[in-house]
């Protein structure tokens, strides 16, 4: 079983829609929890990050953490063509980060 | 605040080609980060500077990567020979002290290609 499972999708909605991205993982040891995105040609830029159950508000987006089923969210309200991009998951545990393979995310106007 | 720059942008090899990157990271950050990502793949780390000093390199390619950080400032990552399946995108990041992820910042990376 891998550490972290994301569908790649790719993830294709109109403009204004709510987008749902998740994660699952299998090592309890995860202290934090991260959404990267990740624009085309560009390196990965954090987004947000909790270490603890339940959910985190910045603007549009809400992360969602489930520790009893090691289960992670990212929810995108209104979204905007802006948002097309590839959304990474990421845990820290100790001294190592570990990430999904990402989400390919496309907003249609 | 200057990001974590990477030098080149972009580079063609052909296999069995040697080829180096360069990364300067954020003023005072202490800890360095190669990853190697693949097309459709999430990073995978190489090697963890702190300082000068290595911190984890088990998932470097020994034998034909190397990667250093004289000064403990800038660093470079070197592949020689290269293959094929070393064609991704090379990204440097750097954190204040560890992988703290409030100051854990990437760069734009390096794509290579080794045809």
């Known amino acids: 079983q891998k550490e972290v499972e994301q569908d790649p999708g790719p993830l294709s909605v109109p403009e204004g829609a709510i987008v749902s991205l998740n994660c699952t993982y299998s090592?309890?040891?995860?202290?934090?929890f991260m959404w990267y995105r990740q624009y085309s040609r560009k390196g990965p830029e954090l987004l947000m990050y909790?270490?603890?159950?339940g959910n985190k508000e910045d603007g549009r987006f809400t992360a969602q953490v489930d520790k009893s089923s090691k289960y992670i969210s990212l929810f995108i309200r209104d979204s905007q063509p802006s948002d097309s991009a590839t959304y990474l998951c990421?845990?820290?545990?100790?001294?190592?980060?570990?990430f999904g393979t990402g989400t390919s995310l496309t907003v249609i106007p | 605040e200057a990001g974590v720059a990477q030098s080149p942008r972009y580079k063609i090899i052909e296999k069995r080609q040697s080829v180096a990157f360069w990364c300067n990271p954020i003023?005072?950050?202490?800890?360095l980060y190669w990853y190697q990502q693949i097309l459709g793949q999430g990073p995978k780390l190489l090697i963890q500077?702190?300082?000068?000093?290595?911190?984890?390199d088990s998932q470097l390619p020994k034998d034909r990567f190397s990667a250093e950080r004289l000064k403990g400032v800038d660093s470079t990552l070197k592949i020689q020979p290269a293959k094929l399946e070393d064609s991704a995108v090379y990204l440097c990041?750097?954190?204040?002290?560890?992988?703290?992820?409030?100051?854990?910042?990437f760069g734009s990376g390096t794509r290579l290609t080794v045809v």
């Open positions: 090592n309890s040891a995860f202290q934090y």
């Open positions: 500077f702190q300082n000068n000093g290595v911190v984890d």
């Open positions: 990041a750097s954190s204040l002290a560890g992988p703290s992820p409030m100051s854990y910042t």
């Open positions: 909790t270490y603890s159950s």
């Open positions: 003023s005072g950050h202490a800890t």
């Open positions: 990421a845990f820290l545990s100790g001294n190592q980060f570990y």
